[in-house]
């Protein structure tokens, strides 16, 4: 199963050949970041790709270290506590850059940078969840307006005073995972997501398997029990001949399926179901008179 810190490991390795994508990238790691003056962030693979891309864009950088100001540290599964690192950085050093103008290849660095230093990703399996987390709704806004350029559609909700930008579809989030160059991400989540649906059609074709099944079973025990009492009473030697050649090949295959007797008996499957039915009917019924039940059944085929 895909790990979430397997994709942005993934991203972190990715380092661009041309200057203007990786002044991009970084740009996108300031423009997600929540503090001011660098990159503050949770993971290692994150920080190590600030210092390098802004290592070779010759740009001035500190850190990274531990954040001993403005920051909680976050709690791991086993209680343990994370603390932020930060890389110093000062936006202004990595010059202008817009997204207006921008070529297509650095609006994907962009969003690489914006994912890997403030989305949260969760490939859990009820389902994949990504989160962008800002101060204010205006940014919030703006990026899900850049991943909608970008045939992302997310959503924004309001959590605890932060505006939460988020993709939850299984197709959005798989476009951001190509959109961003997380290749090899992509195949792992799309094999999963494949295999899930295959194991839930397979689910559903096994249950309606198991149903009809169940009333095949309930159907023909009804049917043997039927012809059981007309034989008792001796009213199944006064039958049809076609109903008598019902019973009897029921008798000899007491767990088929109407199919299977139809073929047997050489009629319709319509046919089966009906004389089979009508078997139940008669030794149900309160009418002993051999006569009336011949009346009444004269009309099934022989």
């Known amino acids: 199963m895909l790990v979430a810190s397997e994709v942005k490991g993934e991203l972190a390795r990715i380092v661009p050949a041309r200057a203007c994508c990786r002044r991009a990238e970084l740009a996108g790691l300031l423009w997600a ?23 070779l864009l010759g740009v001035e950088v500190s ?41 297509a290849c650095d609006r994907r660095a ?24 800002f101060r204010d709704r205006a940014r919030a806004d703006e990026l899900l307006a850049r991943l909608a350029a970008n045939d992302v559609h997310g959503g924004l909700l309001e959590r605890r005073g932060r505006w939460v930008a988020y993709l939850k579809g299984r197709e959005e989030i798989a476009t951001l995972l ?15 997501r494949v295999g ?12 309606a398997e198991e149903a009809n099944l169940g009333r095949t079973v309930r159907a023909a025990d009804r049917q043997l029990q039927a ?13 049809s001949e076609g109903l008598r050649a019902a019973a009897a090949e029921r008798r000899l295959q007491p767990e ?10 050489g009629v319709s499957r319509s046919a089966t179901n009906y004389r089979l039915r009508r078997l139940v009917e008669l030794a149900e019924g309160d009418d002993h008179d051999p006569a009336a039940t011949r009346e009444r059944t004269r009309r099934v085929a022989s």
């Open 178 to 192: 190509q959109l961003t160059g997380a290749n090899r991400g992509l195949l792992d989540f799309e094999t999963s």
């Open 63 to 103: 850190g990274p270290h531990p954040a001993t100001r403005g920051t909680r540290p976050a709690r791991t599964a086993h209680g343990r506590s994370r603390h932020h690192l930060v890389v110093g950085l000062d936006e202004s050093s990595i010059g202008p850059w817009s997204w207006r103008t921008a070529p």
């Open 256 to 265: 088929a399926d109407l199919d299977t007797l139809s073929g047997a008996l």
């Open 227 to 239: 012809i059981a009492a007309l034989d008792r009473s001796g009213r199944l030697a006064t039958l």
């Open 110 to 133: 962009f969003l690489r940078g914006v994912l890997l230093g403030g989305g949260s990703v969760s490939l859990a399996a009820h389902g994949p969840h990504v989160e962008f987390v």
């Open 33 to 55: 970041d929540r503090t001011v003056g660098g990159v503050s962030t949770f993971d290692h693979a994150t920080a190590r790709i600030a210092v390098q891309l802004a290592t």
């Open 196 to 207: 899930r649906d295959v194991q839930n059609r397979l689910n559903r074709l096994l249950n």
